[in-house]
């Protein structure tokens, strides 16, 4: 059977579970776990699948048994949600390298929630021995190439940090178990996730020749990582990528991401379960101008890191049913390119999932810019911006990333900041402002006669706008200029 299916594994409540694997053509295969059963018959290339009905949840350990000309025996086994926590480096970074949320081993221990993982052999540009499915070239066996592991203080260091303060709010909040599919990838562009049929869907998709290897290219991840799980039943995915797709490769990430997660959804054919994503963390010089240019300097053709363009484009996404943005823009640092809070990262991401997939009634979102109107002045020459958001939860507040270092006061936040405006000709100045009900008012001696708005449109922004329940505004504009 593909890695997927082990020991410690956790199947997915409430749904249809398909179960397959791989036997000599012709083979009669029989599964029992709990009180159902079902059996098959391997077709001519030795395929085989079982669908189960339906199983509830529960964190009594089960045993699937399936007999064919052998018998294999599965220990352990736990029903719940299960989610696939996909993406780079930002999302590979590992529970061990996470300052923010260290617990002790005591807390830190959890048996109902559970981590599949490749092993590293997977991800090794040497190892040529694997089809796409998981199974060894030429030969019926299945290679365990991925194992699930119980949440212990020996295994918790080697998970994805934001895959588990994730699992972890699910399981603090309703207490049923937790399977987290761990896929990532270092350096790995969005082009690699995307199947070889998405992308013939997508010509307008470019190739991709800075990632051309094994490891990057086009396709790759979703080869080695995606498919081989595919169909186990999920609840849905959260996603945190797209340091590889800065620069040049940031204008059409609001193409591709769209693509990428209909590709999905097609292939696993559950429909459009939930997929949740991070807008990139904030990163870059902290004393650019009120907004960051698209390229490097004025005139040059080389774009600079873009990531204003990269954030927009995964928020072009939200276009899609099921799916949701947890912000990060606040949570970087200027100097580093993975930061290391993933606490809030997780959080974030979970309230999503609780308000949307459990029910919660909770706020899972900052402020999201809903529109603007311009306020003439009494003189003609000075006339002012007011901005209308959504999802102001208790109101809207002056608030501070909780990445700045402990002892810093959130008092000592005392000015509107983040906002630029600009006039017919498009020249960017910081604005003045102020918070009013659910609206906020913008000003700047520098532009008299303001048409445009952006907000955190730096690579590392320094917005101080959140609502009361300490989520972050989100990056926008209102402008529809586009990089030459």
């Known amino acids: 059977m593909p890695p997927i299916f082990g020991d410690h594994m956790v199947l997915q409540q409430g749904v249809t579970l398909p179960v397959w694997g791989a036997a000599s053509p012709g083979e009669h295969v029989s599964l029992s776990i709990a009180s159902l059963s079902s059996e098959t018959v391997a077709d001519a290339s030795g395929k085989w699948r079982i669908t189960l009905r339906p199983l509830p949840s529960s964190s009594e350990p089960l ?15 736990i029903v719940g949600d299960v989610w696939v926590c996909a993406g780079e480096a930002n999302m590979a970074s590992l529970l061990s390298d996470a300052p923010v949320g260290k617990e002790s081993d005591e807390k830190i ?32 066996a299945c290679p365990r190439k991925g194992r699930w592991v119980v949440c212990s ?30 896929c990532t990838r270092k350096h ?44 186990y039943a999920i609840t849905g995915i959260i996603w945190y990528q797209g340091e590889s797709d800065e620069g040049s490769d940031a204008p059409q990430y609001r193409r591709i991401l769209p693509r990428m997660i209909r590709d999905w959804r097609e292939r696993w054919g559950e429909g459009p379960f939930p997929f949740y994503f ?3 963390a904030g990163f870059g010089d902290e004393e650019v101008s009120a907004v ?39 949570l970087g640092l200027a100097d580093e390119r993975i930061p290391p809070n993933k606490l809030d990262v997780g959080r974030r991401l979970a309230l999503l999932a609780r308000h949307r997939v459990y029910g919660e009634e909770i706020m899972d979102s900052g402020p999201r810019y809903r529109g603007m109107k ?111």
Not at 63 to 77: A, F, K, P, S, T
Not at 155 to 178: C, E, K
Not at 194 to 204: A, H, M
């Open 63 to 77: 045993v699937i048994v399936i007999n064919g000309n052998n018998r294999l025996e599965l220990h352990d086994v």
């Open 109 to 140: 221990a959890d048996e109902n929630l559970r981590f599949f993982q490749y092993e590293n052999s997977l991800h090794s540009s040497s190892d040529n021995s694997l089809s796409r499915d998981g199974y060894l070239v030429g030969n019926e």
């Open 153 to 182: 203080p020996d295994t918790a260091p080697a998970f994805s940090a934001v895959g588990y303060f994730f699992a972890r709010d699910l399981r603090t909040s309703h207490h049923l178990p937790i399977g987290m599919i761990q």
């Open 188 to 231: 790995s562009p969005i082009v690699s996730w995307i199947s070889p049929s998405g992308l013939t869907k997508s010509p307008s998709i470019p190739p991709s020749p800075d990632h051309d290897d094994r490891n990057s290219g086009q396709s790759s991840c979703f080869e080695r990582l995606i498919h081989p799980l595919i169909p």
């Open 278 to 280: 991070v807008s990139q």
């Open 292 to 330: 960051e240019s698209y390229h490097t300097q004025p005139g040059n053709p080389v774009p600079g890191r873009a990531l204003p363009w990269l954030r927009e484009g995964s928020a072009c996404a939200l276009f899609l049913p099921f799916t949701g943005m947890a912000q990060a823009s606040d």
């Open 374 to 484: 311009l306020e003439r002045g009494k003189d003609r020459d000075n006339d002012k911006v007011r901005v209308d958001f959504d999802s102001v939860g208790g109101g809207l507040v002056l608030g501070v990333s909780p990445s700045k270092s402990e002892g810093f006061s959130p008092s000592l936040v005392t000015a509107l900041k983040g906002f630029a405006l600009a006039g017919s000709n498009r020249k960017w100045f910081p604005a003045q402002g102020r918070i009013e009900r659910e609206t906020v008012l913008l000003w700047s001696d520098a532009v008299p006669h303001p048409v445009a708005v952006r907000y955190g449109w730096r690579g590392f922004p320094n917005g101080t706008l959140y609502n009361k329940e300490g989520l972050p505004a989100a990056p926008f504009r209102t402008d529809m200029d586009q990089p030459e």
